[in-house]
């Protein structure tokens, strides 16, 4: 079976323009009071939101530095639509959901809890796990830490390092010049330097009070996924894909030891806090505890059963902690090597494990964005955080624009308010991820397909099942309604589309996938031409079209593609078709398919092209707007093929689809987050 990416996303033709008179939008009034733009470097905004304000009766323009809003918090006045003339102005305008988590520590009092991950940095009070603030940021946030002296809170990106008033305050400053993604971050103890370790094999020495590097330490063969400061601020520890451990002089810069001891990758590295002991986690499944000054192994930890992602030390050094892939985090004995206590959280992935400063409680936090807080002497669960963060595989607009609809990994379906940001209706019925999603011409119905091998229809006004839609033996690739909506068509990866009444919810044919020559083709991709006629279904190396009225097969359209079709949609108008391949290359073809137009290429990421998973047409098909594997998102003018934007922020496979009006452009992605984004003011 050939591996395709996900699923189109489609406009439908027969939409109107949003009237947003009917949407008075309510904005926190104290958010305008508390946010600030950073004025430092060109990291992009950075803001901080409070928990609580006062509302105003009407949707006002919001200042650059009050964006993007939350979830939960209305959108502002949108007054433009996305044009070839300012689609170099768009910027992120909301961000839902929490994202994934790659890091949560204590602040030095144990008072406050940092969670670093996908859209940036939150605080919580440790005592009551209630939010204090967000930090926005641009790209993924890879490393968080505290100064020693808890005043300061920063973040490791692939822009570099952003710091903050850790109480609660703007941004203090931006560290940029790192080669590379900033895979680790660490404060001296002295307050003096931050150390920063890259993906690109390289360590950077920063000065904390100017900001500016100072040094850069090189020994590495691989990316550097873990790096510390020893507690008397002299020695760090670098641990890195190729194996290996060192450890570097601070004051000469030179290379003390390096420590060879793992079979695979070493994840991650901890100072005791006497500075005697070094841990170090791995790729391959054990702990190491080492003998700084000699670089002699001490122990091996055996137990784990998956990669481990994180280890720490008590404050008073007598126990360590390690957390895995599979959810389970062990508290050991130092002196002995002895495992102590097992905690579990089953179908989660542990990200990170840190102590409180008194050392009677273990925080552990989830990928998932979740946290676990556990009694270290009982090893007993006792706090848990469960930010919302939505996976998302599928994403549609309703025809009025007014409903925002995605899918989950967990099968759920969500249906939002668009402008108002509430979460109108959770549809659940399916039993695995949603793989795709439509709204009929109308936009009375959803339907929603699964690889649990089954679609749903939908009643969107009330959230209710009409029908189950049987009879696929794999999962479901794709969707499209026919112009007038009576009829559905899905396809699957057994090897058929099937073509269904929508009132009665019952099936009318079954086809049978196209064949070449020893190639067994799978459906990939639907869509209906304009009229209505005629249905187009994407296979390996060709668009297989179908009579609807009969279910004859026509002459496919050979020779026009090398890879597997897995994504058709056509502008509204119906005078263009846009077509992605499974190697992520996209054409623009004539609405026929046979005269191609334009070759529209994604950009280049770490020596490789980026791979299109998703595209959608603008309402007045002048844009095509596409998402990668990458998580970036391109514009391209259909009238030139010249690409005029590329949006970051999402960490990989990202979704796009335009609203009706040509306001907004929604994307989401399974790294938990669902961004809108729109020219403003």
């Not at 920063?154 to 109480?167: F, H, K, L, N, V």
């Amino acid at each position: 079976m050939i591996n395709h990416p996900y699923p189109i996303l489609k406009f439908d033709p027969s939409s109107q323009a949003l009237n947003m008179s009917k949407y008075p939008l309510i904005v926190l009034a104290a958010l305008l009071g508390s946010l600030l733009l950073a004025s430092c470097g060109s990291s992009g905004p950075t803001l901080t939101v409070p928990l609580t304000g006062t509302a105003t009766p009407t949707a006002p323009l919001l200042p650059a530095a009050a964006l993007p809003v939350l979830e939960g918090t209305p959108l502002p006045r949108l007054e433009k639509q996305i044009s070839q003339a300012n689609a170099g102005d768009l910027s992120q305008i909301a961000l839902w959901g929490a994202g994934s988590l790659n890091r949560a520590v204590y602040s030095p009092d144990g008072k406050t809890i940092a969670l670093a991950g996908s859209i940036g940095v939150y605080t919580y009070d440790a005592a009551t796990l209630q939010r204090l603030s967000y930090h926005y940021s641009d790209a993924p946030v890879i490393a968080v830490a505290f100064s020693a002296d808890g005043k300061t809170l920063s973040a490791g990106t692939a822009e570099g390092i952003q710091s903050w008033d850790a109480g609660g305050g703007g941004s203090q400053l931006t560290m940029k010049g790192h080669y590379g993604d900033a895979a680790s971050l660490a404060f001296s103890p002295d307050g003096k330097l931050v150390a920063t370790g890259s993906f690109e094999k390289e360590i950077t020495l920063w000065e904390r009070a100017s900001g500016q590097e100072t040094h850069y330490l090189l020994g590495h063969s691989l990316h550097i996924l873990s790096i510390a400061f020893s507690p008397d601020s002299r020695t760090i520890a670098s641990a890195s894909d190729d194996r290996s451990i060192i450890l570097w002089d601070v004051a000469s810069r030179e290379q003390l030891h390096t420590l060879i001891g793992h079979a695979l990758g070493v994840t991650s590295v901890a100072f005791s806090p006497d500075g005697r002991t070094l841990a170090s986690g791995s790729l391959d499944r054990s702990v190491i505890l080492w003998d700084v000054a000699s670089g002699s192994k001490l122990h091996t930890l055996s137990g784990h059963t998956n990669t481990i992602s994180s280890v720490a030390f008590s404050p008073d050094g007598k126990t360590l902690a390690s957390g895995a892939r599979n959810g389970e985090s062990k508290l050991w004995d130092v002196a002995s090597g002895k495992e102590l206590h097992s905690l579990n959280t089953p179908e989660a992935s542990v990200s990170s494990v840190a102590f409180s400063p008194d050392g009677q409680r273990l925080l552990v936090g989830l990928l998932a964005g979740s946290l676990r807080i556990w009694d270290v002497n009982g090893g007993k669960q006792l706090q848990s955080l469960d930010p919302p963060s939505y996976d998302v595989y599928s994403l549609a607009f309703s025809p009025d624009g007014h409903t925002l609809a995605t899918g989950l990994d967990t099968g759920a379906v969500l249906l939002w308010d668009t402008y108002s940001a509430k979460l109108l209706h959770t549809l659940n019925g399916h039993t695995d991820k949603v793989t795709a999603l439509r709204f009929s011409p109308g936009g009375t119905i959803l339907a929603s397909g699964s690889s649990d091998d089954s679609a749903i229809l939908w009643d969107v006004a009330s959230g209710s099942q009409l029908h189950t839609l049987s009879g696929h033996t794999e999962a479901l690739t794709d969707l499209a309604f026919s112009p007038d909506g009576s009829l559905l068509a899905s396809a699957s990866d057994d090897g058929t589309a099937r073509i269904w009444n929508v009132a009665a919810g019952s099936e009318v044919r079954s086809l049978i996938g196209y064949t070449q020559e020893h190639i067994d083709s799978y459906f990939y991709s639907l869509a209906f031409s304009p009229d209505g006629k005629t249905l187009l279904a994407g296979s390996a190396g060709a668009i297989q079209p179908w009579d609807v009225a009969t279910g004859h097969k026509l002459a496919p359209l050979e020779g026009q593609h090398s890879n597997a079709v897995s994504a058709i949609v056509f502008s509204p108008d119906g005078r263009l078709m846009a077509t992605v391949e499974d190697d992520g290359s996209t054409g623009l073809w004539d609405a026929l398919g046979k005269h191609k137009l334009f070759s529209l290429i994604a950009p280049m990421h770490d020596d490789v092209t980026e791979q299109i998973i998703s595209a959608a047409f603008s309402p007045d098909g002048k844009l095509l707007a596409a998402g990668t594997d990458y998580g970036e998102i391109l514009l391209w003018d259909t009238s030139s093929g010249e690409q005029l934007q590329d949006l970051s922020g999402h960490a990989y496979d990202a979704r796009v689809a335009f609203s009706a009006d040509g306001k907004l452009l929604a994307s989401a992605s399974p790294d938990g987050t669902i961004r809108l984004w729109s020219v403003y003011p």
